[in-house]
Structures are given as structure tokens and as C-alpha cells.
């Protein structure tokens, strides 16, 4: 099927930023919509970001600092995180819903890379 390998997180300063990417492989596909999540200890996992129809959207929390991409040639999504805050620590998940070739659904998630903002 689909499978999401994520990099890019680790530890920043306040004020820092990072660049997370997931990266897919397997079978054909088009992505119907990518998302960022996020999950703190205690907490639910949260939408972070989405795009989707060549549209994005964002939580309050984020928006003005988060931008979110996809490459299609490279097969890679993107969360570009500026001026982070420590409220921003947690696991962040990528997770793409798209279509095989045959238009079968499908629904991936990424393994979760960690980003904690401290200084």
C-alpha cells in the first residue's frame, strides 16, 4: 500500500523553526488530502494543518507560523514551523488520504517524529 516515513524533527530554541517532511512509497497514488498532526503527553491528536484541493487551512494555534506544502514529483509532503513556541512540543503524524489507481481509498499515517521547542 502507501507508507509515510517522517523526518525533520528534534530540538530547537523558542523562536527557531524546523521543516518536517514525510516522504511516501508503494503503491501509485494520488493524494486527496494531506494533514499535520500533533499530540502532546495528555492530549488528543490534533490537526495542525491540512491541504487539499490545492487549499489549506490551519489551526488558530499555528496559523501565521506553520506552512504547509506537498511536492508531488518528489512524493513528499511539508510543514514548515517558524518562530516555534514551547507550546508546540509533541509528536507531529503526517497523514494522507488519497486514491490507488483503480480509485480504491486509502488512509496512511506516518510513524510521528518528535519536536520539542526549549530553551
Known amino acids: 500500500q502507501v507508507q509515510l516515513v517522517e523526518s525533520g524533527g528534534g530540538l530547537v530554541q523558542p523562536g527557531g523553526s524546523l521543516r518536517l517532511s514525510c516522504a511516501a512509497s508503494?503503491?501509485?497514488?494520488?493524494?486527496?488530502?494531506v494533514g499535520w498532526y500533533r499530540q502532546a503527553p495528555g492530549k488528543q491528536r490534533d490537526l495542525v494543518a491540512v491541504i487539499s484541493g490545492g487549499r489549506t487551512n490551519y489551526a488558530d494555534s499555528v496559523k501565521g507560523r506553520f506552512t504547509i506544502s506537498r511536492d508531488n514529483a518528489k512524493n513528499t509532503a511539508y510543514l514548515q514551523m517558524n518562530s516555534l513556541k514551547p507550546e508546540d512540543t509533541a509528536v507531529y503524524y503526517c497523514n494522507v488520504q488519497g486514491l490507488h489507481s483503480g480509485l480504491t481509498r486509502f488512509n496512511s499515517w506516518g510513524q510521528g517524529t518528535q519536536v520539542t521547542v526549549s530553551s
Open positions: 508503494g503503491s501509485t497514488f494520488v493524494a486527496v488530502a
